[in-house]
């Protein structure tokens, strides 16, 4: 039988039809991908930036990297004392927090409670630990001036004296960017938070660890500190530590560091001047 005109127009516009709700599937099935699963798919980072030199880190790498920079400034140890620190706890674990190693060793820096470092407890202690390595550093005479792994082996008696010298230049960039020497060169790369500390909670943990005491607020934390330098290493530690605490944002000087999982997202953006030496930090959902 013959289809008529008024056929052909019903079928053409029910193909149309069937071929736009195709389209708008496939927009929005796009637009849900890279809202839900490219992020999820996107492994969270740590980046560290220095004119040409950069290097990543994992966010609990780069927040133990922060703790061990923040107590050598909280100490006013020279930045030589923090590259040796961050030296070794690359070579010793990688700055993993480590519930073990060899024989008895545990910790960022391997240190053993049976030679008297410390208790189990104590050595898994971040900031005890960090204590610890540099109370034993600044007995070494002449460390600023003596070969890097020269001196980490002085400390650690590691049964491989020469590790620690591959990490120098490394460690050098963590040191410089960490404590403060060179402004927005910590970004992160970061998901939804899955933890969220109190303002107070992170307040304490910057005054155990770098000394300074900003004021906390609902979910901001607000404070102007000593210097430029000592501004950037707190806002240098914050970014860090966000994954673990769920920090937002953090604002220094002009510039903002915003949580997100691109690199556009999660950038030093320009702002406001609100002075050199005042520091925001953020843990607004």
Known sequence: MPIDASTRRRRRGGCLVTIALLVLGLVLGVWGVDRHLVPALTPEMCTVEIGDQSTTLAPEQAENAATIAAVGVRRGLPQRAVTIALAT???ESKLRNLDHGDRDSLGLFQ???????GTPAQLQDPVYATEAF???LVRVRDYRDLPL?????????SGFPDAYARHEERATLLSTAFTGREPAAVTCSLGDPEARSSTAEIRAALEAQLGVSP???GDRITGVVASPQLAWATASWAVAHADSTGITEVTVADRTWSRGHTARA???ATGPDTGARSVTISTTP
Request: proline share 4%; hydrophobic share 35%.
């Open 89 to 91: 706890a690359l070579q």
């Open 111 to 117: 240190q053993r409670p049976s030679q008297g470092w």
């Open 134 to 136: 540099y109370d034993h």
């Open 149 to 157: 792994t020269v001196v980490a082996q002085k400390v650690q008696r």
């Open 215 to 217: 004021a906390a607020s």
């Open 266 to 268: 999660t950038r030093w």
